[in-house]
């Protein structure tokens, strides 16, 4: 599995180093089981037939799916300071000739606009999308402005804690919105693609066209606070992809969305990523139905192994999930209390199937698992100490985040 330099994009760093993802991968892994989208039959829906859309200009369809589509406003109490000057002599001013010193104090706070992202509406009741990367401080405040210039606010519904997905809500809605619905079908290599976002977080609704020029990539970017995330099953284009474009929908010819605008390559020409919308439309769709989001937990942190890491560490085998801690002392291999602890599982054990499905370099330990649901039971084939063995795990539900 090979791992493009990337960047997240509201403007975090590369990261180079495969060893540094461990410390996120909190074994939180998805479920993908096909289910119908829990989108709202409002009137205002901004999609029309397939056939009408497959005729229309990238113009007309943008008059559609503009309003859907939104800036996040990222604000925070700040310190209010002001400047003043204290007198101050060398002698304590008893022979004159004293200085204007410049001080400066805070004098309260005050709530500015800190930073920004982009969303779009998912349902006719407010319900939104966006990475999580953009609302991941909660110390925060989230607004969002609408293509019209309205602003309301939102509330943070669920962080996905395996996914840069988030699903926001605004608090009191007063009317019905406009709102795209996730494509059905796939998209195909050389497909032409359409991304929309707050550009800069200063430039809303920004759009570039381009085409898919990649498929099921698996990248590794370092999110904020310099913590790295570990992406898999990506979509490639070449439909440029700016600094605040993060959570913005990445659409069809039809306006449909095919995936959500995350990540773009460091140092390249209009390499960037999105998340694909069977992936997002899921994860809505857990949140539309119990409120949460819902999948499997195994409970270990693993590297995906490849050829490099068996020849530094002379295994005959070189693919699977090598359960490895951390990069803290706190960033346990085998998380205490989860399904895997139960079953017995152990650092450097190497998973390498889950119910006789070998897993590959295509094929993560993560991928495999989301076409399970909370309360499975899988079988683990395991590498331990040079031999084979199986073990039984029953899946539980991801703790919250």
Do not use: C
Request: overall charge negative; aromatic content about 6%; cysteine-free.
């Amino acid at each position: 599995m090979q791992h493009g330099n990337v960047t997240m994009i509201i403007g975090v760093s590369v990261l180079l180093s495969v060893a540094a993802t461990l410390a996120v991968l909190y074994g939180l892994l998805t479920q993908y089981a096909p289910s119908e989208l829990l989108l709202s039959s409002a009137t205002n829906s901004v999609q029309t037939s397939t056939s009408t859309a497959a005729n229309e200009s990238i113009p007309d369809m943008l008059e559609r799916t503009l309003p859907a589509v939104v800036s996040v406003v990222i604000t925070a109490e700040v310190p209010v300071v002001e400047r003043y000057y204290e007198e101050w002599s060398p002698f304590g001013g008893w022979f004159g000739g004293g200085f204007s010193v410049p001080r400066q104090r805070q004098i309260g706070t005050e709530k500015r606009e800190i930073g920004g992202g982009t969303g779009f509406f998912v349902s006719a009741d407010g319900y939104l999308i966006t990475n999580r990367h953009v609302v991941e401080d909660d110390s925060v405040s989230y607004s969002i402005v609408t293509n019209d210039g309205d602003s309301y606010e939102v509330e943070v519904v669920a962080k996905d804690p395996m996914l840069d997905i988030a699903v926001l809500r605004v608090i009191e809605p007063a009317e019905l919105f406009p709102y795209v619905t996730f494509a059905e079908e796939e998209v195909r290599l050389g497909q032409e693609v359409i991304a929309i976002g707050n550009a800069l977080a200063e430039f809303p609704n920004s759009v570039s066209v381009g085409v898919v020029s990649g498929l099921a990539r698996n990248i590794i970017a370092r999110a904020q606070f310099g913590r790295s995330e570990s992406l898999e099953g990506l979509i490639q284009t070449d439909a440029a992809i700016n600094q605040g474009n993060s959570g913005g929908p990445l659409l069809n010819r039809a306006g449909e969305v095919v995936g959500v605008n995350v990540a773009v390559a460091g140092g390249s020409e209009n390499i960037g990523f999105s998340i694909p919308a069977a992936t997002v439309a899921e994860v809505y769709n857990s949140v539309a139905t119990y409120g949460e989001i819902r999948r499997p937990f195994l409970g270990v942190r693993y590297v995906a192994l490849n050829e490099e890491i068996a020849q530094a560490n002379g295994l005959s085998i070189t693919a699977g999930a090598l359960i490895v801690r951390g990069d803290t002392r706190t960033d346990l291999a085998v998380i205490p209390g989860s399904p895997a602890a139960r079953a017995g599982l152990e650092e450097y054990d190497i998973i390498t199937a889950i119910d006789n499905i070998p897993l590959t370099n295509d094929r993560s330990l993560a991928t495999v698992l989301r076409q399970y649901a909370v309360g499975d039971t899988v079988a683990l084939t395991l590498w331990r100490d040079g031999e084979e063995t199986t073990v039984t795990v029953t899946l539980e539900a991801a703790p919250a985040m």
